[in-house]
């Protein structure tokens, strides 16, 4: 086990790169695989869960390979995906499990998906209930509604299905990515306002670009798919993650240094990108530029706001963290899907010295002095990273336990921290 040390640090100073977005990493796989012919995606980025779609798609057929020269993955589809010839291993990626498991129902023989101990923890029962409503055999395994999950083939028949829009958007992202192969149109309805939505806006927007017609309408109530549909091939830049870069910004917010990332368009579809406007909210500094956001510092301190980040659930860690460092009472509302993912650990932080309530959907942090602790996030890399953030600001040392979980999304991240000079080492546990 890998331990973070984080010592309190003034200021920091210069300029980074974003990562490549992990959100579109995953679809543009997820397309280029199920296309007839060659597509490439530069950029891709490479951490856990992404590993396990690519690796996952093999399994499914596609060829898929690394483009050293291009710095591309070179992806060869596989329009009717073949039987997998072992248990698909998902690690602990929910993108994984679920945008793949409808897609293994066009497959003829037996899949069987499972994964790592959180994602066993992840439901799929609306998902599985609304792929038994189009034809498909699925079942969980032990009939609870979690992994693992085996998938007869045989194909989509298509029709009428419902799910829930406030569960995870991921269910219905892996629904558009299969029924264009459906035999008869399909007719999704949400039977509850649809959250997250710009995760669903950009799976929409890269199967289009794939040639694959999806219709929209009564704002996301209900989904329109044409059956028999072919997956074209197409290349993709994969730009800069918002979500991941949130916490850098952070970092220099919290600091109150000046800090440029790059890498993250102006225009784009990333819902994360909220973040900016949170940020000159709370009186940060912020200039945005076609293709970086500065942070410049703090007009005073950073003040307390109330925020909804019902649409932006992995946000709420990292805003908890700008929280603890802010004068007075933070209210973020929207937090209860987000204690149904990897973890109901959003009270971590109350250990620097932040005063932390959790209510049904809020979140409520109010900010003072901070100190030292030793934080065990429970191999969650979003409250990894937001703890280590919030402790750049507390006196004494700060302790992370396992903090090589944030190679689920973000595995440079405290490369990146240490170069604009933030007082971070890692060790390691021998117990």
Known sequence: ??????????????????????????????????????????????????????????????????????????????????????????????????FVTPICALAEG??????????????????????????????????????????????????????????????ISGLIFATPKAERETRITLTSPLESKPYVEMTINIVRRHGVEVSVQEDYRHLMVPP????????????????????????????????????????TLQGDRLIVDILRRMNVRVNVGENYVEVMGVKGALEAITVDLRDNPDLVPVCAALAASARGRTVIKGVRRLRFKESDRLV??????????????????VGGELHGAEIDPR????????????????????????????????????RDIQFLGGDLSEQQLHR
């Open 1 to 98: 086990m890998a331990v973070l040390i984080v010592r309190k640090t003034e200021g920091l100073k210069g300029t980074v790169e974003a990562p490549p977005s992990k959100a579109y990493t995953h679809r543009a796989v997820i397309a280029a695989s199920l296309s007839d012919g060659e597509s490439r995606i530069r950029r891709p980025l490479f951490c856990e869960d992404t590993l396990a779609t690519i690796e996952a798609c093999k399994m499914l057929g596609a060829k898929i390979d690394m483009d050293a020269d291009e710095k591309a993955l070179r992806v060869i589809g596989a329009p009717k995906p073949a039987t997998p010839p072992d248990v698909i291993n998902c690690r602990n990626s929910g993108s994984t499990i679920r």
């Open 110 to 171: 037996i899949s069987i998906l499972t994964g790592g101990e959180s994602l066993r923890r992840r439901p799929m029962g609306p998902l599985l209930k609304a792929l038994r409503s189009l034809g498909v055999q699925c079942y969980s395994a032990r009939r609870d509604g979690y992994p693992p999950v085996i998938v007869f083939g045989g194909g989509i028949r298509g029709g009428d299905t419902s799910i829930r829009g406030d569960v995870s958007s991921q269910f």
């Open 228 to 267: 028999k549909q072919e997956y074209k091939p197409s290349d993709h830049m994969i730009e800069g993650d918002y979500s991941s870069a949130s916490f850098i910004l952070a970092a220099a917010a919290i600091t109150d240094s000046k800090v440029r990332v790059e890498n993250l368009p102006a225009e």
């Open 348 to 365: 971590s932080i109350s250990r620097l010295g932040a005063k932390v309530k959790v209510e049904d959907d809020r979140l409520e942090v």
């Open 379 to 414: 191999n969650d890399h979003r409250i990894a990273m937001a703890c280590a953030v919030a402790a750049l600001r507390a006196e004494g040392e700060t302790r992370i336990l396992g903090i090589e979980c944030i190679n689920k999304s973000y595995p440079n991240f405290v």
